[in-house]
């Protein structure tokens, strides 16, 4: 490996959100969603890779029965007549004709792809179709949309860690409470 191997702990900057805060916020989240739906069955759409901490909370703290499908997007750079533009795809989607649909996801923040998702999911003819994240961020949105359920909303413009959400280098997702800003990574030097 380059540099070393990184070894230690990686620490956050600072803890917005603590684990205890975090729990005890999708705890009231969950009962909120179970009283809404009244004891039917719901299907979760869960994205992955930012939402998996989240779901796996959340859908525990549901009183009702639950269906889970889960899907990857897949955000790829298109060559449009010498001109790049992004794509966001995803898998195929689930059967949801009649049924009651709640889409997961950790962060929205312009909301184009949860957007273009449930565009995509509201295909299927759903009885219902709503949208709990864990973070909201406002202030990024270049869509009209707007949570249904939502943990924590924020105004600040820095990358999230922890709590399932990962720096640019791709760690801290193991980290239990949630932190605005880079983390810091300890390394060790090589052994002589």
């Known amino acids: 490996m380059r540099g070393g191997p990184a070894s230690g702990s990686s620490k956050p900057v600072s803890a917005a959100y603590s684990a205890a ?6 705890v009231a989240l969950g009962k909120e969603i179970s009283r809404a739906y009244k004891g039917r069955c719901l299907d979760v759409v ?3 890779d ?6 796996a909370d959340l859908i525990r ?12 997007e897949d955000v790829r750079d298109v060559d449009d007549a010498g001109r790049e ?3 966001v795809y995803f898998g195929a989607r689930p059967e949801l004709k009649g049924r009651d649909v709640l889409l997961l996801d950790a962060v929205l923040e312009s909301g184009v792809t949860q957007e273009f998702l449930l565009r995509r999911l509201g295909e299927c003819e759903p009885r219902s179709l709503r949208l709990a994240v864990l973070l909201d961020k406002p202030m990024r949105r270049r869509v009209g949309l707007d949570p249904d359920y939502f943990g ?6 820095e990358v999230w860690v922890g709590y399932g959400l990962a720096a640019s280098n791709g760690t801290g997702r193991n980290l239990r409470a949630l932190s605005a800003g880079a983390i810091q990574v300890k390394r060790r030097g090589k052994k002589k």
Do not use: K, M, Q
Request: glycine share 6%; aromatic share 12%; hydrophobic share 45%.
């Open 61 to 72: 703290a549901l009183d009702t029965s639950v269906v889970c499908h889960f899907v990857r």
């Open 50 to 55: 930012r939402g998996f901490v989240f779901a």
């Open 46 to 48: 869960v994205t992955l």
């Open 152 to 157: 924590f909303r924020t105004a600040s413009n």
């Open 85 to 87: 533009r992004r794509e």
């Open 21 to 26: 805060r975090i729990g005890a916020r999708v």
